[in-house]
């Protein structure tokens, strides 16, 4: 009887044994952080590592997504205050470069960045002198919040129609090997850049959120401009340029393409070009040559949002030139460019009544 009630106590014990055993590692199952991306070596592997990144670059790893949150979970040596970190949203590459100065050169070789990873491609990071820059890659376009709390920057990301109801782009043609016309020691590329920095300090005092497809002189290829439009839900797409070269060298005036495959009854493409034309032939008191139907090879025709682009003048007209190169005539198409823009704001607001 002794033996058997023994028997007994031992299969309980064993049971619960047993039992607590499993609840463990299910609670570990549940819990560990599974590597996407960590140091080699060992049976961790590296995954999306670019080859043609800079060689000074090391690749940073990635926990995987085990949380609800949306958030990115960046982590941050000790002691790291807020003006120690900064971050560059580099949407025209799609990416996101977090500086964060006098951070020990391997805490990211050994720190991994937890938290939702749905918006990453992959990432790197390098030494600046005394900044570690983390540039991280992105699926899209994203706009995002970032808060620094208890040693870890978080960064949530955002569409950008989540956050701004009025959305527009501006693409001043041409860059880097692309000169566009060149005449009298000056490019096409420069003139549509210099606009371009104008319209962008004039823009910031409205409630507008503008995207541009360079702030340099940098090549940029159509596909990935009316990407930009197309990945924010934008607006209205405006690209700024001179006119081309024209036999006839006593022509001169403003002029604005149209995307004509782009057409809505309320406002579409040719009443952005109609409203563009008309504010910046009015602000810098010229000629207005009217409205074109753009070639089925334009940046517009790849455009899903109203586009249109506007031609200030021809660089190859001497007098037209002489003005093209004046900051105070720029400063006037800038203006007319800014006060088209707040008009088509107020006509779209219209038809949404």
């Known amino acids: 009887m002794s033996n058997s009630k023994n028997a007994r106590i031992s299969l309980v014990l064993w049971t619960l044994l047993c039992t607590i055993c499993m609840a463990g590692m299910l609670w570990f199952t549940a819990t560990k952080q599974i590597v996407i991306a960590d140091v080699g070596g060992s049976e961790r592997e590296k995954v999306n590592v670019d080859s ?102 978080y960064v949530e990301f955002y569409a950008p129609w989540e956050l701004y109801d009025q959305i527009v782009v501006i693409d001043p043609a041409f860059g880097g090997k692309q000169s566009g016309v060149t005449e009298g020691g000056y490019a096409e590329k420069d003139l549509n850049l210099e606009i371009t920095m104008r319209v962008r300090n004039a823009l910031e005092q409205y409630d507008i959120k503008a995207y541009y497809t360079r702030l340099e002189d940098k090549e940029v290829s159509l596909m990935d401009r009316a990407s930009i439009a197309n990945e924010v839900n934008a607006d209205m797409f405006i690209s700024i340029g001179g006119a081309g070269v024209n036999v006839d060298q006593e022509m001169y005036g403003t002029t604005c393409f149209y995307n004509s495959h782009y057409y809505i009854p309320d406002f579409g493409s040719v009443d952005l070009a109609d409203i563009l034309e008309y ?34 003048g021809y660089l190859t007209n001497t007098q037209e030139r002489t003005l093209l190169k004046d900051p105070a005539y720029l400063d006037k198409i800038a203006e007319g460019i800014v006060s088209a823009v707040l008009e088509a704001f107020a006509q779209i607001a219209d038809t949404e009544q």
């Open 52 to 153: 043609s990144r800079d060689e000074n670059m090391e690749p940073l790893y990635f926990a995987q997504d085990i949380t609800d949150s949306n958030r990115l979970d960046i982590p941050l040596e000790a002691g790291t205050k807020a003006d120690k970190v900064m971050v560059d949203n580099r949407y025209m590459d799609k990416e996101l470069w977090i500086y964060i100065k006098d951070a020990s050169e391997d805490f990211y070789q050994k720190s991994l960045i937890g938290g939702s990873t749905a918006a990453i491609l992959n990432g790197y990071y390098e030494q600046q002198g005394e900044y570690t820059i983390l540039k991280i890659q992105l699926t899209d376009v994203f706009e995002y919040r970032s808060i620094l709390e208890e040693g870890h920057l």
């Open 279 to 312: 504010h910046v032939v009015s602000a810098a008191s010229g000629r207005a040559l009217g409205l074109v139907e753009a070639e089925d090879d334009s940046i517009l025709s790849l455009l899903k949002v109203p586009a249109a682009q506007l031609s200030v």
